[in-house]
């Protein structure tokens, strides 16, 4: 008889058990995403504060380049003005094509391509031009693993239950991809 | 690294970015196959069988292995040590000025960017 | 990739348990040897306590260990700013939460390999000569090859493996060199009493050329299934196949040979090193994958998922798969899982735009050289002709000559 009353309750606590589960694999995945987008933070930090040191190394040797040189101050001034997080991804892309177009420009002059301290400049950027693609991919998937959980069965059940809602992707629109020239390190 | 000839310590020369290294007692110079590459970039290195000959045998300074005679230069006329394993080129002291000189007689016997930067690096010095 | 972890873990206790089998049978062996019949049983604790001080060298010195055998030093960013930068943009695409440290060693071979207990304190080390070998993106390749080694918890496997063993081949041949010379003298103080010395001495010697098979079975353990995980997670990483094909190539057909490496440290490496250039046909023996077979497969990757070295993989080999369905399913093979969920494909990065030249090959050259220069005290003599002369510590003579212009420079 006692039977009869005991598998309901084994049931519950199974299920409640496994519910906790998904909660926990939940919020693993939300910390997990906000860990990666930490990570494409603080290299895009990292170039908008090398860009001040960027514009003064290349000032002297560009006399001639005012325009590609303002684009990328501008550039600047609107990632640090963009207010929600899409119109800052969107200021970003800006930022990577302007630097591209500088870089392509500073072919044209082998007396500061000659400089060290450019050169030093140019790899530290180009790294943090790298690096941002990388903690941007790497952010992506764990978007992707999160939205997953969130949206497949059964994990939107307890995810509607408790209010996970799909993380956004960072995005690059293609066609700031394409304007951006493909300098190559070879 | 030591010279395979007089076993002391070489001294490293470096020149438009490319580095040789050199004793001090015999004037041997060592070309590393990596700097060699470096001078080089994509073309072939240099190849040639090994020589007979009965110049005493010197050992690689990098790896130890007993190196093979090789002729090299335009006519083949200098005789110089390679690594069997690729470790590089050994000069004895002299070898070096006659490969130089035969190339500025002969024109391109080696790789034109070698043979301008051995010009370089050795000018002939008057006699020698 | 948590199948491969836990499979990983797996191998790792077995391969622990199997070493300590033969440390207590060769322990039993020597303890009867000198000791006489019953010195079996302080033997096996004496191999028990030997063991155990192993393990857990292996656990805290391992890392150390493989790297000061294979002759590495550490460096900073200053040192060599490209190779450290490669490493950063490496481990933010593998989301380790830690950077690797990074070490260099003096060899013209080009190889590496990576280290450690695991990724909050692995190590990455490279050779001069892979630095001077191969361009950027190439380099990228085989620090994504081995971030993915250090991701998917290879090291620790390999760091278990080396460890164990090095020191089973080191007790072996320490218990082989002293039954030459105390095992003769036991024989004679017992006159010639047949106790059964000479069966343990017939087993002691089984054991001596046990012990190289084990590394044999070690060569095993470590898996050619791995070494195409690392390659496919580290062209997922870089989303650029021909990065590591173009250097797994150069790599092969470089000439010379790794001076540090020894048959327990092999396996770690990303090109087995103890093989020379034209005799990489791989055999059922072989720690690696052949070569060009690694190289095709990455060549015909349609794009830098893991899916897409999955779908090339079966298409070069004709074989069975390689990834386990659980990676699969997971993380970069991003178009599927997002048709299942009802979501647009998002754009996962293409090859970041990269915003201008590396150093020159001859600059990087001279920046791996200076650093060693620098470390073993080199004397930096500017000549006037534009050369630069460096007079290594030890010189024997008072000057230095400059062979462009022949100024002799006074080093007293």
Not at chain 1, 77 to 88: D, E, F, I, K, S
Request: charged fraction near 20%; glycine fraction near 10%; charge should be neutral.
């Amino acid at each position: 008889m006692a039977a009869l009353f005991l598998l309901p309750l084994v049931l519950a606590v199974v299920a409640v058990m496994w519910g906790v589960g998904i909660y926990n694999g939940l919020v693993a995945a939300r910390n997990r995403v906000k860990e990666a987008w930490a990570q494409v933070d603080v290299q895009l930090k990292r170039r908008f504060d090398l860009i001040p040191n960027l514009i003064e190394t290349v000032k002297g040797y560009m006399q001639h380049e005012r325009g590609t040189l303002e684009a990328v101050t501008q550039a600047r001034a609107a990632v640090a003005g963009a207010g929600t997080q899409a119109q800052r991804v969107e200021a970003e892309a800006g930022l990577t094509s302007a630097l591209g177009r500088l870089f392509a420009v500073s072919e044209a002059y082998p007396d500061l391509k000659a400089s060290t301290n450019f050169a030093s400049l140019q790899e530290e950027l180009a790294s943090t031009e790298n690096k941002i693609g990388f903690a941007r991919q790497f952010y992506n998937e764990t978007v992707m693993n999160m939205n997953n959980r969130v949206q497949m069965f059964p994990g939107n059940i307890i995810a509607g239950m408790f209010h996970f809602a799909p993380e956004t992707f960072f995005e690059v629109k293609d066609e700031v991809q394409r304007e951006a020239p493909k300098v190559s390190f070879n | 690294m030591k010279c395979p000839a007089c076993r002391v310590p070489m001294y490293v020369v470096e020149y438009q970015q490319i580095e040789l290294d050199l004793c001090g007692a015999c004037e041997g110079v060592w070309f590393d196959s990596g700097e060699l590459a470096l001078l080089l970039g994509d073309q072939r290195p240099l190849d040639a069988a090994p020589a007979p000959t009965d110049e005493a045998t010197r050992s690689c300074p990098l790896c130890d292995k007993p190196m093979d005679k090789v002729n090299i230069g335009p006519g083949r006329r200098v005789l110089v040590d390679r690594c069997p394993r690729g470790c590089g080129l050994w000069f004895d002291g002299a070898e070096v000025a006659a490969l130089v000189a035969d190339l500025d007689a002969a024109g391109w016997g080696l790789p034109a960017a070698v043979h301008g930067f051995l010009r370089e690096m050795f000018p002939a010095k008057g006699g020698k | 990739m948590w199948e491969q972890i836990a499979a990983n873990r797996r191998k790792s206790i077995l391969l622990v348990m199997s070493a300590a089998l033969l440390l207590g049978a060769l322990g039993w062996a020597l303890g009867v040897n000198f000791m006489g019949r019953n010195g079996g049983v302080p033997g096996v604790m004496l191999a028990l306590v030997v063991w155990l001080v192993m393990t857990l060298t292996a656990w805290y010195q391992g890392d150390n260990i493989m790297l000061s055998v294979a002759g590495a030093h550490r460096v900073q960013k200053e040192d060599l700013p490209q190779l450290f930068n490669v490493v950063e943009e490496m481990t933010l695409a593998a989301g380790l939460p830690k950077m690797p440290a990074v070490y260099v060693i003096d060899d013209p071979a080009p190889n590496a390999f990576a280290t450690g207990r695991r990724a909050e304190n692995a190590a990455i080390a490279v050779t001069s000569g892979l630095l001077k070998t191969l361009d950027r993106d190439e380099l990228q390749g085989v620090v994504a090859h081995e971030m993915a080694h250090i991701r998917n918890r290879d090291i620790q496997l390999m760091l278990f493996a080396g460890v164990l063993a090095g020191a089973i081949v080191i007790l072996a041949e320490g218990g082989l060199r002293g039954m030459w010379l105390g095992g003769g003298r036991s024989r004679s103080r017992r006159d010639g009493g047949s106790d059964g010395s000479g069966i343990v001495a017939i087993l002691a010697v089984v054991l001596m050329i046990l012990a190289p098979i084990l590394a044999q079975l070690i060569y095993f353990a470590v898996s050619r299934k791995r070494e195409y995980l690392a390659d496919a997670s580290g062209a997922s990483f870089t989303r650029y196949p021909e990065g590591l094909a173009s250097a797994l190539e150069k790599i092969s057909r470089a000439p010379q040979r790794l001076g540090g490496a020894t048959s327990a440290t092999a396996p770690m490496y990303i090109i087995n090193p103890l093989k020379r250039a034209g005799e990489m046909a791989a055999n059922a023996t072989s720690t690696h994958p052949p070569i060009d077979e690694r190289v095709r497969i990455l060549r015909s990757m349609a794009g830098g998922g893991l899916a897409d070295y999955e779908r090339s993989y079966r298409e070069v080999t004709k074989g069975g798969g390689v990834i386990p369905k659980s990676a699969l399913q997971g993380e970069p093979a991003v178009a599927a899982a997002a048709a299942q969920a009802g979501q647009p494909a998002p754009q996962v990065a293409p090859a970041p735009v990269a915003a201008g030249p590396a150093p020159s090959a001859r600059e990087s050259a001279r920046q791996v050289d200076d650093f060693f220069y620098r470390k073993d005290g080199y004397r930096k003599v500017d000549c006037a002709c534009g050369t630069t002369l460096r007079i290594p510590p030890d010189f024997a003579t008072p000057a230095a000559k400059c062979p462009r212009c022949g100024t002799l420079h006074d080093l007293r």
